[in-house]
């Protein structure tokens, strides 16, 4: 298939093997530990073979990896357990003990908790930037600067970082790109063609798309494909069959499940903009945001994750607005179909953050957007009563 269609169209085509499974149109889940082999002849061939041992990929794995891979335009995905297991695979497969890498500031969380824990043990240094830094990203590199580690529009502030920039800067150092691109996935940002390296995608959220499954996905060009996939397989990483299957499924409807998380996410922020309790709206999509012209020419949609500041309140008054709600759950996570909210920490130490008053993060789900409307309304007469 050509990597010229449109997303609605790979995301519906892509990694079907109906000829291979007497013409089921979804490849079946294939449970399996090891995988016979004709003859001794093809048991010696077993590195040639196109499946060899349950951990080194069946049908299902397969299915699903060359769907993502043709809506990431990469030449090879591997998927792992977990999204945060995508962004440590996709660091440890091109850093070395003495290496020092670039992340943004407002990273998510359990990625800063990586690399100043575990990567740091391995003689692997971080600095973090600005992630409004762009081309100025030059002054932080070293010699030994080998990777730059973005996330845009980053983790609970959403800022966006101007990547084909820091691209541009990282490539003439001979550094390579990484970015967790879980927010607008490759539907909305194209993160191979504005030249990103390695893109992550939490397939938690997004891909899968209900909420039941646990995965993440490291896609690339042909230059890193064996690095990667290699390093991948050398640490023992497998994502399950039955995994697969869900993610394959969710992302089947991923375009249009994102196209109204867009446009309720949009409608949600527009009418928080207008309340009295808001001080500030975190979305690039909306004109008001410091990263909406970057945006705008980067992106091509929008998903339904967004941040907003409230003007200062007693932590009581927030409580009643968030025990108030009914169709926002409270919980982590985000991407599935229905809506949800937290109160957000975040941690900077290259820059800093000013909120006045408590940070939140809403993820706007497939309601209907007049009745989540209506439970924020109620949410804020709760906290005014409180
Ligand atoms: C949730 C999340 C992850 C981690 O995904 P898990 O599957 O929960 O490990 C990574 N990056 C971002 C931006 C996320 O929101």
């Known amino acids: 298939m050509s990597h010229k269609s449109k997303p609605e169209t790979i995301a519906v085509a892509a990694g079907r093997m109906s000829a291979e499974h007497f013409g089921t149109v979804n490849t079946p889940v294939y449970r399996t530990s090891t995988i016979l082999h004709e003859s001794y002849a093809s048991l010696k061939a077993e590195n040639e073979a196109r499946y060899s041992y349950g951990r080194c990929g069946t049908p299902s794995t397969e299915s699903f990896e060359r769907a993502v891979a043709e809506l990431e335009g990469a030449a090879r995905t591997v998927s792992v357990p977990s999204g945060l297991n995508a962004i440590t695979t996709a660091i440890l497969a091109v850093v070395s003990t003495g290496d020092h890498i670039l992340v943004t500031d407002n990273v998510y969380g359990p990625t800063r908790r990586f690399c100043h824990g575990a990567l740091k043990r391995l003689g692997v240094e971080t600095t973090y930037f600005d992630p409004t830094i762009g081309a100025g990203i030059e002054e932080l590199f070293k ?19 101007d990547i084909p920039a820091m691209a541009e800067v990282a490539h003439k150092h001979g550094a390579l790109v990484a970015m967790d691109n879980t927010w607008a996935t490759p539907v909305y940002f194209p993160a191979l063609k504005r030249g990103v390296d390695l893109s992550i995608q ?6 899968g798309g ?27 990483l497998f994502a399950g069959p039955d995994d697969c299957y869900l993610a394959l499924r969710g992302l089947r409807t991923l375009p249009v499940r994102l196209a109204r998380h867009w446009g309720n996410g949009l409608t949600l922020a527009r009418w928080l903009e207008g309340r009295p309790e808001v001080a500030r709206v975190l979305h690039p999509a909306l004109e008001s945001d410091p990263g909406h012209a970057l945006w705008k020419r980067d992106f091509t949609g929008a998903s339904g994750l967004f941040g907003v500041v409230l003007k200062p309140i007693p932590e ?4 009643a607005f968030m025990d108030a709600l009914e169709f926002f759950g409270l919980g982590y ?54």
């Not at 007469?381 to 409180?386: G, S």
């Open 316 to 319: 009581a008054k927030l409580a």
């Open 202 to 207: 939490a397939a938690t959220k997004y891909i």
């Open 143 to 161: 010699p030994n600067t080998k990777l730059v580690f973005t996330e845009s529009p980053g983790s609970l502030t959403f800022e966006v970082c």
């Open 210 to 236: 209900h909420s039941d499954v646990m995965m993440g996905t490291i896609s690339v060009g042909p230059d890193l494909a064996k690095q990667v996939t290699g390093y991948a397989r050398d640490l023992g």
């Open 333 to 386: 996570s985000w991407g599935g179909y229905e809506s949800l909210m937290i109160p957000a920490h975040y941690v900077r130490t290259a820059t800093k953050f000013d909120a006045t008053g408590p940070l939140i993060r809403l993820h706007a789900g497939l309601e209907d957007p007049a009745d989540l409307i209506a439970d924020l309304e109620a949410g804020f007469a709760a906290m005014e009563a409180a």
